[in-house]
């Protein structure tokens, strides 16, 4: 069983920047790839960013390659998600997931496993 818990959302002007934190207990979470997934009202939920088990490796959905940087601490069971030049369009809740196979690189795909989730709020 693992917990994630997110913070760090809230209202931001277009192209401000927020910096989203997730806090994860319950696994080994060294040992996992992370991802950050949005969903946005009346769309589906999408990864935009995840990074490895090591932190070595990332990737990106290409609307946020350039503007998004995911990172992670091990020792501290964290993974951030600094987003800067924010547009409207990256009005969403923000979920940080776990990858559900240790050792895995840094993925877009499936994730069955995430927090509450952060809102985030882009105004023009």
């Known amino acids: 069983q693992v917990q994630l818990v997110e913070s760090g959302g809230g209202p931001v002007q277009t192209g401000g920047s927020l910096r989203l934190s997730c806090v994860a207990s319950g696994r080994t979470f060294s040992h996992h790839a992370m991802g950050w997934l949005r969903q946005a009202p009346g769309k589906e939920r999408e990864v935009v960013a995840a990074?490895?088990?090591?932190?070595?490796?990332?990737a990106y959905t290409d609307s946020v390659k350039g503007r998004f940087t995911i990172s992670r601490d091990n020792a501290k069971n964290t993974v951030y998600l600094q987003m800067n030049r924010l547009k409207p369009e990256d009005t969403a809740v923000y979920y940080c997931?776990?990858?559900?196979?240790?050792?895995?690189?840094?993925?877009?795909?499936?994730?069955?496993?995430w927090g509450q989730g952060t809102q985030v709020t882009v105004s023009s």
């Open positions: 997931a776990v990858d559900d196979m240790p050792f895995r690189g840094a993925h877009l795909g499936t994730y069955h496993t």
């Open positions: 990074i490895d088990w090591g932190g070595g490796s990332t």
